[in-house]
């Protein structure tokens, strides 16, 4: 099982270095966009993860039930919108957040608006767009957004069925233990 693990760096790696043998310039391209790409991820997750232990810590399992559990109705839907909108950073930084929303006991649908809205709706993004694009595009994008991640996440939920969410929840959890 944990050699498993290391297929896909050294795939990577053999990757690279048949660019190198190829073209060098392509190569050493490569590999810097790769340097610049990780220290970009090392600059965003230990903020996240410092993030993540204070919201494990703080707010209790009960509270986040109450707020974005399965009985939180329209309530949790536009609760997992504004925390996914006003996220910031790349969206690798929102799966973690969704394990321990997981193991927090966030329904799942919750959990998949949470990333939408991280995806596609972030907040100074709209921003950016109204002042680049015009506000009119803006606002499409987003109108037709919204509803698109909402059809999405109770679509997902209701095919995937409540054994395999189960057995993702117990993924997340295990992984954050």
Do not use: C
């Amino acid at each position: 099982m944990k050699a498993k693990r290391y297929v896909f760096p050294l795939a990577m790696a053999t990757v690279v270095s048949a660019v190198f043998a190829a073209d060098n310039q392509v190569g050493r391209n490569a590999l810097s966009i790769t340097g610049s790409s990780f220290l970009e991820m090392l600059s965003v997750i230990p903020p996240i993860f410092i993030l993540l232990g204070l919201l494990d810590v703080w707010i209790p399992r009960e509270k986040i039930i109450s707020h974005l559990g399965e009985e939180s109705g329209i309530k949790g839907i536009v609760l997992s919108f504004l925390l996914g909108a006003a996220a910031a950073g790349p969206l690798y930084g929102a799966f973690p957040i969704a394990a321990v929303f997981m193991k927090k006991g966030v329904k799942f649908s919750n959990v998949l608006i949470f990333i939408g809205a991280w995806s596609t709706t972030k907040i100074p993004m709209f921003m950016f767009e109204m002042g680049s694009l015009g506000v009119g595009f803006a606002v499409l994008r987003l109108a037709i957004n919204i509803p698109g991640i909402l059809l999405m996440a109770i679509v997902l939920e209701k095919t995937i069925g409540k054994e395999s969410i189960e057995a993702i929840y117990a993924q997340a959890t295990n992984m954050s233990e």
